[in-house]
Protein backbone atom coordinates (compact mmCIF):
# COMPACT_ATOMS: atom_id res chain seq x y z
CA UNK A 1 0.00 0.00 0.00
CA UNK A 2 1.65 3.26 -0.91
CA UNK A 3 1.23 6.25 1.13
CA UNK A 4 -1.71 8.67 0.68
CA UNK A 5 -2.99 5.94 -0.88
CA UNK A 6 -6.97 5.21 -0.47
CA UNK A 7 -6.56 1.72 -1.37
CA UNK A 8 -7.14 -0.66 1.92
CA UNK A 9 -4.71 -3.59 2.17
CA UNK A 10 -5.77 -7.06 0.88
CA UNK A 11 -6.84 -8.59 3.29
CA UNK A 12 -9.41 -11.19 2.09
CA UNK A 13 -9.24 -14.78 3.29
CA UNK A 14 -6.04 -15.92 2.39
CA UNK A 15 -3.74 -18.65 3.15
CA UNK A 16 -5.11 -20.58 6.53
CA UNK A 17 -2.47 -19.61 8.30
CA UNK A 18 -2.99 -15.67 7.94
CA UNK A 19 -6.71 -16.70 9.26
CA UNK A 20 -5.56 -18.92 12.41
CA UNK A 21 -2.68 -15.81 13.30
CA UNK A 22 -5.57 -13.39 13.07
CA UNK A 23 -7.94 -15.55 14.70
CA UNK A 24 -5.91 -16.12 18.01
CA UNK A 25 -5.44 -12.58 17.94
CA UNK A 26 -8.69 -11.82 18.48
CA UNK A 27 -9.33 -15.01 20.47
CA UNK A 28 -7.10 -13.40 22.99
CA UNK A 29 -8.55 -10.01 22.99
CA UNK A 30 -11.72 -11.34 23.78
CA UNK A 31 -10.67 -14.22 26.36
CA UNK A 32 -9.82 -10.67 28.33
CA UNK A 33 -12.90 -8.69 27.35
CA UNK A 34 -15.50 -11.61 28.61
CA UNK A 35 -13.29 -12.01 31.51
CA UNK A 36 -12.60 -8.28 32.86
CA UNK A 37 -14.97 -6.38 30.68
CA UNK A 38 -18.16 -8.26 29.38
CA UNK A 39 -20.07 -5.26 29.04
CA UNK A 40 -17.09 -3.60 26.73
CA UNK A 41 -17.04 -6.54 24.71
CA UNK A 42 -20.71 -6.75 23.83
CA UNK A 43 -20.68 -2.91 22.89
CA UNK A 44 -17.85 -3.61 20.38
CA UNK A 45 -19.63 -6.50 18.76
CA UNK A 46 -22.66 -3.65 18.83
CA UNK A 47 -20.66 -1.25 16.94
CA UNK A 48 -18.72 -4.19 14.56
CA UNK A 49 -22.43 -4.59 13.50
CA UNK A 50 -22.29 -8.32 14.67
CA UNK A 51 -25.94 -9.90 13.51
CA UNK A 52 -27.73 -10.26 16.64
CA UNK A 53 -29.45 -13.42 15.81
CA UNK A 54 -26.13 -14.96 15.24
CA UNK A 55 -24.77 -13.47 18.45
CA UNK A 56 -27.69 -15.01 19.91
CA UNK A 57 -27.25 -18.29 18.25
CA UNK A 58 -23.58 -18.14 19.60
CA UNK A 59 -24.03 -17.68 22.97
CA UNK A 60 -27.40 -20.06 23.75
CA UNK A 61 -25.38 -22.72 22.12
CA UNK A 62 -21.72 -22.89 22.36
CA UNK A 63 -20.15 -24.05 25.43
CA UNK A 64 -18.14 -21.85 27.62
CA UNK A 65 -15.50 -22.92 27.15
CA UNK A 66 -15.70 -22.62 23.64
CA UNK A 67 -17.27 -19.32 23.52
CA UNK A 68 -14.24 -16.73 22.46
CA UNK A 69 -13.23 -18.98 19.80
CA UNK A 70 -16.62 -18.73 18.19
CA UNK A 71 -17.02 -15.21 19.41
CA UNK A 72 -13.56 -14.40 17.43
CA UNK A 73 -14.69 -16.46 14.59
CA UNK A 74 -17.49 -14.24 13.86
CA UNK A 75 -15.54 -10.82 14.22
CA UNK A 76 -12.84 -12.45 11.82
CA UNK A 77 -15.59 -13.32 9.46
CA UNK A 78 -17.40 -9.48 9.86
CA UNK A 79 -14.18 -7.85 9.61
CA UNK A 80 -13.38 -9.51 6.40
CA UNK A 81 -16.83 -8.77 4.88
CA UNK A 82 -16.81 -4.91 5.66
CA UNK A 83 -12.81 -4.88 3.77
CA UNK A 84 -13.99 -6.70 1.00
CA UNK A 85 -17.09 -4.23 0.82
CA UNK A 86 -14.31 -1.29 1.53
CA UNK A 87 -12.38 -2.04 -1.86
CA UNK A 88 -15.43 -2.93 -3.93
CA UNK A 89 -17.58 0.11 -3.12
CA UNK A 90 -15.61 3.43 -4.43
CA UNK A 91 -17.26 6.58 -2.85
CA UNK A 92 -15.89 9.94 -4.24
CA UNK A 93 -14.38 12.51 -2.07
CA UNK A 94 -16.99 15.49 -1.14
CA UNK A 95 -15.81 18.55 -3.42
CA UNK A 96 -17.69 21.29 -1.12
CA UNK A 97 -15.91 23.87 0.33
CA UNK A 98 -14.86 22.99 4.01
CA UNK A 99 -14.96 18.95 3.85
CA UNK A 100 -11.40 18.58 2.67
CA UNK A 101 -8.94 17.19 4.79
Do not use: C, H
Not at 7 to 17: A, K
Not at 66 to 89: H, P, V
Amino acid sequence: MNPGSDQLPDFTPGPEEDQIFFLERIKFRVDQLLAEDSGLLFSYLYRMDIDENKLQEILLSVAPENLSTELAKEILQRQMMRIRNKNDIKVPPIKEEGWEF
